[in-house]
């Protein structure tokens, strides 16, 4: 089955400094990789998606790539606030199939 | 997106005794999921409701240990059987409705479950 493998498990910014957050998938038919926030005690919530057919996707602050030949993509974070510390999960699916997740990145911001 | 509700939010249990925990969905969404979060960990997935027909459990999960129901397209229950202290977890649905085309999962607020 799909392995996703999420790193660094920690990481820890200034405020309003970049953020990268990569995962690197096993199957080389997942098709659909989307990024979920979680703050402390609060469900996952989507934050930004991405699909095989197209290499990058942009809302405002929150950018995902994908290299679909190596198997990877990121969440990049710019201008990085207080409010953006949370966990951070990645995953893949082949689309109309179940999610598997990564094991998460603990975000912190520094004030 | 779809307005999910899980009943109970928390609950203390003692060993040995079962809990259902319930996911209700403001619309109706063609798949439902349960998952799994123990304390600082990722999400595993238990298994996916079927409307009218068994789960579909993952590797590691049994129906006579989380037997799922789903009697309709807003509805699900899991329970929890037999708890021990490692069943002490954020148990999750979520929903995809791929009648709209989509395959985007949305999460429950979770059931906090803690086994004594």
């Known amino acids: 089955g799909e392995n996703v493998e999420q790193h660094p498990s920690t990481l820890s910014v200034q405020e309003g400094d970049s953020a990268v957050i990569k995962c690197t998938y096993s199957?080389?038919?997942?098709?659909?990789f989307p990024w979920y926030k979680q703050e402390l005690g609060k469900r996952p919530q989507l934050i930004i998606d991405?699909?095989?057919?197209?290499g990058e996707k942009k809302d405002q602050r929150i950018a995902v790539t994908l290299n679909k030949t190596a198997k990877h993509f990121s969440l990049h974070i710019t201008e990085t606030q207080p409010e953006d510390s949370a966990v951070y999960f990645c995953a893949a699916s082949k689309g109309n199939e179940k999610l598997t997740f990564g094991t998460g990145t603990r975000l912190t911001i520094i004030p | 997106s779809a307005v999910i509700s899980q009943k109970p939010s928390r609950d203390i249990c003692q060993r040995g005794t079962s809990l259902t925990i319930q996911c209700q969905v403001d619309?109706?969404?063609?798949?439902m999921f349960w998952y799994r979060q123990q304390p600082r960990q990722s999400l595993t997935l238990i298994a996916t409701a079927n409307q009218g027909s068994e789960a579909t459990y993952e590797s590691g999960f049994v129906i006579d240990k989380f037997p799922i129901s789903r009697p309709n397209l807003t509805f699900s229950t899991l329970t929890v059987s037999n708890m021990s202290p490692e069943d002490s977890s954020i148990y999750l649905c979520?929903?995809?409705?791929?009648?709209?085309?989509?395959?985007?999962?949305?999460f429950g607020p979770g059931t906090r479950l803690t086994v004594l």
């Open positions: 979520s929903v995809e409705d791929r009648d709209r085309g989509t395959d985007t999962q949305y």
């Open positions: 991405i699909r095989s057919n197209v």
């Open positions: 619309s109706q969404v063609t798949m």
């Open positions: 199957d080389s038919a997942s098709n659909y």
